[in-house]
């Protein structure tokens, strides 16, 4: 069995994988409950580590203790033609759901969508090529930064429930800014992608994915584990290797 672990920019996810077959997964606030998910398993032979912080230096030699543990770096081979410009500079997660958007749909043209801290576009075409894609503000940062870089506007805790299209106060008026011009943004880069490629598949994923599924009009496929998958895709691809 084969086990996966991603630091992500906040929270760090773990999956156990039998063959292709997810058989748990994990979300942990911190490293040490990170640490603690290690005494749980058995059956491990294989890890891969991806992460986009320092963090995983904290738990990478627990991991090496037990396990034949691999670090994804941009060197790390991946059952993709990587087309990128600034390959070195490509964030773990990015190549990682791209792959997971592969093992999905092999020989399509792919456009995942990453809803967390930033929302991430990212494509492959029908020849399996990673060509690249987009990176724009997640929906909270939207809400910080409009706080942030304003002398009057507050910080407005982040409210999925906010639906409403004409904001009739300040705190409404940066939701829906922030919640619907998300999902407008989203809806529009899909209908510029559909424009392009024939016969585009459209997966959603991350943390903030729920909400943007259900304000979606273009169609899609939701994802909650993409990047776990696409880390298991690789380790699996690696050990083939």
Do not use: W
Not at 116 to 145: D, Q, W
Not at 170 to 190: H, N, R, T
Not at 216 to 240: C, D, H, V
């Amino acid at each position: 069995m084969n086990l996966v672990v991603d630091f992500g920019n906040t929270r760090i996810k773990a999956a156990v994988f039998k063959n292709n077959e997810l058989i748990s997964d994990f979300i942990f606030d911190s490293v040490a409950e990170a640490i603690k998910m290690l005494d749980g398993i058995n059956g491990i032979e294989h890890c891969m580590v991806a992460s986009v912080t320092d963090q995983h230096e904290q738990l990478l030699p627990a991991l090496q203790a037990r396990f034949d543990t691999k670090l994804f770096t941009a060197d790390t081979q991946v059952p993709l033609k990587n087309l990128y410009k600034s390959a070195l500079t490509l964030g773990s997660d990015r190549l990682a759901l791209v792959v997971g958007g592969f093992f999905l749909y092999p020989g399509k043209n792919v456009l995942t969508i990453d809803a967390g801290t930033c929302i991430k576009y990212n494509f492959v075409n029908a020849h399996n090529e990673y060509l690249g894609g987009a990176i724009s503000p997640g929906i909270p940062m939207r809400l910080k930064a409009m706080h942030h870089f304003t002398k009057r506007l507050p910080l407005v805790p982040l409210d999925f429930s906010y639906d409403q299209l004409v904001g009739k106060n300040s705190a409404d008026s940066l939701l829906s800014g922030a919640l619907i011009g998300a999902a407008s943004e989203v809806d529009g880069m899909i209908t510029r992608y559909d424009s392009m490629y024939s016969d585009l598949q459209v997966i959603v994923t991350g943390g903030d994915g729920p909400y943007l599924c259900k304000q979606l009009k273009n169609r899609f496929f939701a994802s909650r584990n993409l990047l776990l998958q696409g880390l298991n895709t690789i380790l699996n691809f690696t050990i083939e290797k």
